[in-house]
């Protein structure tokens, strides 16, 4: 094999390992509700991204959040309820 496909065979396998990297995300923790971020951090969160909270509840270890934003409409999202990062689909804890 001729050292270019050498490079062009390794250079599509690190393609390959970081792309399915990058398209994980966020998933709904697996923990035990112990180990949570109190839903107090979530809000404090929110609130400094400028949205007005007004219900937080737990599915399946996400933080599903219902707001509005500045201009009154609607937000829903998901949050892991262990390290708070936002889960793609916002009905994660509900699948």
Same mark, same amino acid.
């Given at each position: #094999? *001729?050292?270019?496909?050498?490079?062009?065979?390794?250079?599509?396998? #690190?393609?390959? #390992? &970081?792309? *399915?990297?990058?398209?994980?995300?966020?998933?709904? &923790?697996?923990?035990?509700? !112990?180990?949570?971020?109190?839903?107090? !951090?979530? @809000?404090?969160?929110?609130?400094? $991204?400028?949205?007005?909270?007004?219900?937080?509840?737990?599915?399946?270890?996400?933080?599903? @959040?219902?707001?509005? !934003?500045?201009?009154?409409?609607?937000? /829903?999202?998901?949050?892991?309820?262990? @390290?708070?990062?936002?889960?793609? /689909?916002? $009905?994660?804890?509900?699948?």
């Amino acid at each position: #094999m *001729s050292p270019f496909y050498r490079v062009l065979t390794a250079i599509a396998i #690190m393609a390959l #390992m &970081s792309g *399915s990297a990058f398209a994980a995300g966020a998933t709904c &923790s697996k923990s035990t509700p !112990d180990k949570f971020k109190p839903q107090a !951090d979530l @809000t404090a969160q929110l609130v400094a $991204e400028g949205l007005t909270v007004k219900k937080i509840k737990v599915e399946k270890g996400c933080y599903e @959040t219902y707001s509005t !934003d500045k201009a009154g409409k609607k937000v /829903n999202s998901a949050y892991n309820a262990e @390290t708070l990062e936002k889960v793609d /689909n916002p $009905e994660a804890g509900e699948n």
